[in-house]
């Protein structure tokens, strides 16, 4: 063997080795546990957080000593250090402050989080870490790793700390709020140091002295979101010499302080949003011919932005658009503008708004055409004539709003039958159109909202709706209905939340479960309701049913199950006895109308209830002295306890209600002088004390 071949057996044989060495060679493994400087600081944290009502950081325990298997928390696989922090709190869209309350961490977020150096992702929104100062922790400018920050729906104020352009690979932040006083910025050149940013919102965040913000969003290249709603922006009609992000794709500009003409806006020449909001500014005039250029549109919110007009040609090559939301402008003829949209959106378009336009003419038989529609909005215009059958072609459809307009003729089975996917369904106030479905008709849908009002839907009780046992809210108000309340009435609509009955001519009784029910509102005034009121829902807050044959007294316990009561009207009944002092319970309560029935004794002695602001008892039999708990009733402006038998001196403290602009207390038994104090009732407008024993000067 030669040297040469020698040389390449031994090369041979070492590569062999090699390849054996790396195949028996071990897979790198993950770090037993996280480190323990990292983990000292997630627990220096969890200090820091006084509530945690969904447990979110029960996982976070010194004796669990691989803080990368705790809750929220990711490490690197290779090293172990902490990368991403996951302790938002998931809220649906549109959240109550109750909802809020019980799911949020709440505390301060503590520097001991600068030891987590490798941290890329920190989600901490929804929740309040806001501590005693409530301020944006700029130590966050420090984690120079950061790629996403999010702490929108965090109650934050003071001002964005500057710091977070210290971030240099940030390419997502979020320090939006969704409603009340938020953060505010006089300065956001800081934007201009993060280069990779690709996601930015503000919403909420006062710019209100910045008037340069669109040169500095300018600068931001890769921008591909911007959110700027409720900023308090004053002006949008810059111009550039270069239009720099030309990526971006989704701009938010609603709901802020434009008062300009709308041609002369700079982001008319963004050919590449997807995404354009600008509802809630004033930004009057004609739309420009550029907007027919932005073909990538699939979202164009421009409602409530006063009188604005829209040329339907420009919406011709939109053919991209899902979502086109253009209420409240200007008059418009909709055989003209649904011909537009047919150019090229029939199959296309899932959301049409084209409220309060005061559009004309009658709704063509082109819009069963529009078959991937899941919302259509033409409330509140001035449409006229019939519904055409081709509605049922719109199978997708899911709310469907044509009230407020000038209807006529007759929705029927075959408008309805096609429509499976409907969930709401607004009619009322067309008083011409009539319901004209069979008894024995089973719909295909089950409906969530149904609004009839002042349409024609009796004179029987309609059987169509027993099937709707998922109603959240039903409006049949002045329908005609001569009926008797159905057998299933209450038990169909016990997921109710609003039932809306009033002015019609029904009869039967309130069911003696209802306390049951999930409602809270019930408007039942002006029908033939007999019976005696019955222990009422514990979430209700408003209850009308005046002008109807309630009989009886009133349970002990009837008031006080419904404890968050704000308005009550049970007046023009034959209610009798005394007034139960479980009356006194409803603490919220703001309006009380118990006129016009035979109550009789003293008013219960109610203390805390200080949020009245209409107390109405007049033509009954009660007696004893002017209820001593009104004192505190700052706000009271409306006050009538004539026509009873009360007696006794009128108070001086009734000239301490600064609001009252009604006093009638006529037809009583009041007796001694008239306070002095009744002269600081500057804003009272109606004054009746005749027919009592009241004698001296007037003051």
Same mark, same amino acid.
């Given at each position: 063997m030669d040297p040469t071949q020698q040389f390449l057996l031994f090369l041979l044989v070492g590569v062999a080795a090699t390849l054996s060495l790396a195949t028996n060679s071990p897979v790198p493994q993950r770090p037993a546990g996280c480190t323990p400087r990292e983990r000292e600081a997630l627990l220096a944290f969890k200090r820091g957080i006084t509530n945690d009502p969904a447990g979110r950081l029960a996982s976070w325990k010194r004796g669990n000593h691989d803080c990368c298997r705790w809750r929220g928390v990711q490490c690197s696989n290779l090293t172990g250090h902490v990368l991403e922090l996951h302790l938002q709190n998931n +809220?649906?869209?549109? *959240?109550?402050?109750?909802?809020? =309350?019980?799911?949020?961490?709440?505390?301060?977020?503590?520097?001991?989080?600068?030891?987590?150096?490798? +941290?890329?992702?920190?989600?901490?929104?929804?929740?309040? !870490?806001?501590?005693?100062?409530?301020?944006?922790?700029?130590?966050?400018?420090?984690?120079?790793?950061?790629? *996403?920050?999010?702490?929108?729906?965090?109650?934050?104020?003071?001002?964005?700390?500057?710091? #977070? /352009?210290n971030l240099t690979k940030l390419q997502y932040l979020d320090l939006s709020r969704g409603n009340g006083i938020g953060m505010y910025s006089t300065?956001?050149?800081?934007?201009?140091?993060?280069?990779?940013?690709? *996601?930015?919102? +503000?919403?909420?965040?006062?710019?209100s002295r910045i008037s340069d913000w669109p040169r500095?969003?300018?600068?931001?290249?890769?921008?591909?979101?911007?959110?700027?709603?409720?900023? $308090?922006?004053?002006?949008?009609?810059?111009?550039?010499?270069? +239009?720099?992000?030309?990526?971006?794709? =989704? #701009?938010?500009?609603?709901?802020?302080?434009?008062?300009?003409?709308?041609?002369?806006?700079?982001?008319?020449?963004?050919?590449? !949003?997807? *995404?354009?909001?600008?509802?809630m500014n004033i930004l009057p005039g004609q739309f420009p011919d550029s907007l027919g250029d932005m073909k990538a549109l699939q979202v164009f919110r421009f409602s409530s932005n006063g009188h604005s007009i829209i040329m339907p040609n420009l919406l011709r090559n939109l053919c991209n658009l899902e979502i086109l939301d253009l209420g409240s402008l200007s008059s418009c003829n909709i055989t003209e503008l649904l011909d537009s949209l047919m150019h090229c959106l029939t199959k296309r378009i899932r959301k049409l708004y084209l409220w309060d336009n005061n559009i004309t003419g009658t709704l063509p038989t082109g819009v069963g055409k529009f078959t991937s529609l899941d919302t259509l909005d033409l409330s509140h215009n001035q449409l006229t004539g019939s519904v055409p059958y081709e509605i049922s072609m719109l199978t997708s459809l899911a709310k469907i709003d044509l009230s407020l307009n000038n209807l006529t003729g007759e929705i029927t089975e075959k408008h309805l039958a096609g429509l499976k996917s409907l969930k709401t369904i607004d009619l009322s106030s067309n008083q011409y159109l009539k319901i004209v479905v069979g008894p024995e008709w089973?719909?295909?849908?089950?409906?969530?909202?149904?609004?009839?009002? @002042?349409?024609?839907?009796?004179?029987?009780?309609? @059987?169509? #709706? %027993?099937?709707?046992v998922n109603i959240k809210e039903l409006d049949i108000w002045s329908t005609g209905i001569t009926d008797q309340l159905p057998h299933w009435f209450w038990t169909t609509f016990s997921k109710a939340t609003d039932l809306v009955i009033s002015s019609n001519n029904i009869s039967g009784s309130l069911p003696a479960n209802m306390e049951t029910m999930s409602l809270e509102r019930l408007y039942l005034g002006s029908n033939q309701i007999t019976g005696v009121i019955p222990i009422l829902p514990p979430n209700l807050t408003l209850l009308e049913i005046q002008n109807n044959m309630l009989s009886g007294s009133v $349970?002990? =316990?009837?008031?006080?199950? $419904?404890? %968050?009561? /704000?308005?009550?009207?049970?007046?023009?009944?034959?209610? =009798? /006895?005394?007034?139960?002092g479980s009356i006194c319970e409803l603490q919220h309560l703001q309006y009380l109308n118990l006129a016009n029935n035979h109550l009789e004794g003293e008013f219960p002695q109610c203390i805390g209830m200080t949020e009245l602001q209409h107390f109405i008892l007049n033509n009954n039999s009660l007696s004893g002295k002017v209820p001593s708990f009104l004192k505190g009733c700052k706000q009271l402006k409306y006050l009538d306890l004539s026509q009873n038998k009360f007696h006794g001196r009128l108070p001086s403290w009734i000239g301490n209600f600064s609001e009252v602009q009604i006093l009638i207390l006529n037809n009583n038994s009041f007796s001694g002088h008239i306070p002095t104090s009744i002269t600081n009732l500057a804003k009272l407008a109606r004054l009746n004390l005749a027919n009592n024993n009241i004698s001296g000067v007037l003051p």
């Open positions: +809220l649906p869209e549109y *959240y109550s402050d109750f909802e809020f =309350k019980v799911t949020a961490l709440v505390g301060k977020i503590t520097t001991p989080l600068l030891a987590l150096e490798h +941290l890329e992702h920190l989600d901490l929104s929804n929740n309040n !870490l806001t501590g005693p100062a409530g301020r944006f922790p700029g130590f966050i400018g420090s984690l120079r790793n950061l790629i *996403y920050v999010n702490f929108s729906g965090m109650p934050l104020t003071g001002m964005v700390p500057p710091q #977070l /352009g300065d956001i050149q800081w934007l201009t140091h993060l280069p990779s940013l690709r *996601y930015l919102d +503000l919403s909420n965040v006062n710019l500095v969003m300018n600068m931001n290249a890769d921008l591909r979101a911007l959110y700027l709603s409720s900023c $308090a922006l004053t002006s949008a009609s810059q111009s550039f010499s270069h +239009l720099n992000f030309t990526r971006l794709e =989704k #701009l938010d500009l609603s709901d802020n302080d434009f008062n300009q003409p709308l041609a002369s806006c700079w982001f008319w020449n963004l050919t590449s !949003l997807t *995404y354009l909001d600008l509802i089973q719909p295909p849908f089950r409906l969530e909202v149904a609004r009839f009002g @002042s349409c024609q839907l009796g004179p029987m009780f309609p @059987s169509w #709706l %027993q099937w709707m $349970a002990s =316990k009837t008031f006080g199950s $419904a404890p %968050q009561l /704000g308005f009550m009207d049970l007046s023009s009944n034959n209610i =009798k /006895g005394h007034i139960p």
